[in-house]
């Protein structure tokens, strides 16, 4: 199976921060890279995929970049409706394995 | 507007069965994949099982094989989890979501979750 590796764990930030969040796929992945947006007792949220596609109706502050097999999520400023934790998912092959997370507070 | 409304979680011992539900709206059922995906404290996010637009192809994860079964009813807009030989360890929320057309596993749209414990 597929290993991803998010980092950092937690990110804590204020409101108009640059935040750039990695996961790192332990093969290659092609571009089948999605981040999701989940809240306290919310379902994820589809943000960005195939690496750097935003989804409809996602703000532009969000955007997605690749490198080899790395990949990043970037908030260009960080919003107080930001405040939430970020998956990173590989849907290139099953099974479909979910990073572990990045939560972002307030500073 | 789209969704996903997941039912039939709840408190089972360990050995016992539970099947799931979830009643889609909003979108056309039956052009998208479809998927089971659970989330616990501990593990994070785990996808769980996927189904092909007309049921013709079914993937599960190694550790739910032989035990759970997913299917849907294109008819009814809704789409199933049978679990059965429940463990300890398949203790999560578990959400529905919806594939793409041709992304197997992409999850662009979940439902709220409904939450499944297996304790004695």
């Known amino acids: 199976d597929i290993q991803m590796t998010q980092s950092p764990s937690t990110l804590s930030a204020s409101v108009g921060d640059r935040v750039t969040i990695t996961c790192r796929a332990s093969q290659s992945i092609s571009s089948w890279l999605a981040w999701y947006q989940q809240k306290p007792g919310k379902a994820p949220k589809l943000l960005i995929y195939?690496?750097?596609s935003l989804e409809s109706g996602v703000p532009s502050r969000f955007s997605g970049s690749e490198s080899g097999t790395e990949f990043t999520l970037t908030i260009s400023s960080l919003q107080p409706d930001d405040f939430a934790t970020y998956y990173c998912?590989?849907?290139?092959?099953?099974?479909?394995?979910f990073g572990q997370g990045t939560k972002v507070d307030i500073k | 507007e789209v969704q996903l409304v997941e039912s039939g979680g709840g408190l089972v011992q360990p050995g016992g069965s539970l099947r799931l539900s979830c009643a889609a709206s909003g979108f056309t059922f039956s052009s998208y994949w479809m998927s089971w995906v659970r989330q616990t404290p501990g593990k994070g996010l785990e996808w769980v099982a996927n189904?092909?637009?007309?049921?013709?192809?079914?993937y599960y994860v190694d550790s739910v094989k032989g035990r759970f079964t997913i299917s849907r009813d294109n008819a009814k807009n809704s789409l199933y989890l049978q679990m059965n030989s429940l463990r300890v360890e398949d203790t999560a929320v578990y959400f529905c979501a919806r594939g793409g057309v041709r992304d197997q596993l992409l999850c662009g749209f979940w439902g709220l979750g409904t939450r499944v414990t297996v304790s004695s």
């Open positions: 998912q590989q849907y290139s092959s099953y099974s479909g394995t």
């Open positions: 189904i092909k637009q007309d049921g013709s192809e079914k």
């Open positions: 195939k690496a750097s």
